[in-house]
């Protein structure tokens, strides 16, 4: 098992940036699926980026160039540095691991982004 612990969330104006981290309790080394979905009031949960073992990135087009996502195995914590906020990002953030022969999510961390 792993736990996924988020940090990060808060609110913001438009325009503005915030980073998100997703520390899990074990190593995240060699897990290929990792990274950030996000949910909003009254609408389906849908992903925002994930990143392989590799440090290959993949990005929600929403938020393409707006977001980056990174990873530090080292510290087991995975990141999402979000600029340039619309208030359209306003949601719930899920740090979602697939690895250790199932499917694992943080508890989530509001996003809330004024205009």
């Known amino acids: 098992q792993v736990q996924l612990v988020e940090s990060g969330g808060g609110l913001v104006q438009a325009g503005g940036s915030l980073r998100l981290s997703c520390a899990a309790s074990?190593?995240?080394?060699?897990?290929?699926?990792v990274g950030w979905y996000r949910q909003a009031p009254m609408k389906q949960r849908e992903l925002v980026a994930t990143i392989t073992s590799a440090g290959r990135p993949n990005y929600a087009d929403s938020v393409k160039g707006r977001f980056t996502i990174s990873r530090d195995n080292a510290k087991n914590t995975v990141y999402l540095q979000m600029n340039s906020l619309k208030p359209e990002d306003t949601a719930v953030y899920y740090c979602n691991l697939i690895g250790f022969g199932s499917n694992y999510w943080g508890q989530g961390t509001q996003v809330t982004v004024s205009s």
């Open positions: 074990r190593s995240i080394i060699g897990i290929n699926h």
